[in-house]
């Protein structure tokens, strides 16, 4: 009803302000491209550097495992090493309890030798202790024999210097009385 041709309806935009408004939203879309594509361009450097240090992580990891496991192989070579020494170590030990023991069998058995040639010299010393004891029993003897002499000597002697002191008193006397 209301229905115009087109011709005789007003346009609602000037063209030239619609060239304007086209040009500048393509500059501006342009810039936006730009910026998008720089960013995109950002974002795959930032996805290459994220893969790279993913790859390098798992590097670092795979080198790390390889580590743990030179170390792994060397603490098994460690233990197989200690066992050895503590093997070797057993064997000695068990080496030295024998030599020991074999040592200590001939101290033993020459401790038992010193005991008998003590013990005989025990018996030699009671056989030279009753060779004294007879001996003392003998010089005893003798000299209860010799003491018995002398006793007997010196009684002799002591009557004869008594009998002596009587007479030569008895003279004096008599020298003194003048019987003389």
Same mark, same amino acid.
């Given at each position: ?59 670092? =990891?795979? /080198? $790390?495992? *390889?580590?743990? +496991?030179? !170390?792994? #192989? &060397?603490?098994? %070579?460690?233990?197989?090493? @200690? ?27 020459? =401790?038992? /030798? $010193?005991? *008998?040639?003590? +013990?005989? !010299?025990? #018996? &030699?010393?009671? %056989?030279?202790?009753?060779? @004294? ?48």
């Amino acid at each position: 009803m209301n229905e115009q041709p087109e011709a005789t309806q007003a346009p609602l935009m000037d063209p030239k302000l619609l060239e304007a408004m086209v040009g500048n939203i393509v500059s501006t879309t342009r810039y936006f491209d730009v910026r998008f594509d720089h960013m995109a361009q950002k974002v795959d450097r930032v996805d290459r550097d994220v893969l790279n240090l993913r790859n390098e992580t798992i590097l670092r =990891f795979d /080198q $790390v495992d *390889k580590r743990f +496991e030179q !170390v792994d #192989k &060397r603490f098994e %070579q460690a233990e197989k090493h @200690l066992a050895e020494f503590k093997s070797d170590v057993n064997i000695r030990f068990d080496l030295m309890h024998r030599q020991m023991e074999q040592r200590f069998g001939q101290v033993d058995r020459q =401790f038992e /030798q $010193v005991e *008998k040639q003590i +013990e005989l !010299v025990n #018996k &030699r010393f009671e %056989q030279v202790d009753v060779k @004294l004891d007879r001996l003392l029993e003998r010089i005893d003897v003798r000299i209860d024999g010799g003491l018995r002499e002398n006793r007997a000597l010196t009684v002799r002697l002591f009557s004869f210097a008594l009998t002596f002191c009587v007479i030569s008193i008895s003279g004096l006397f008599a020298r003194m009385f003048h019987l003389f």
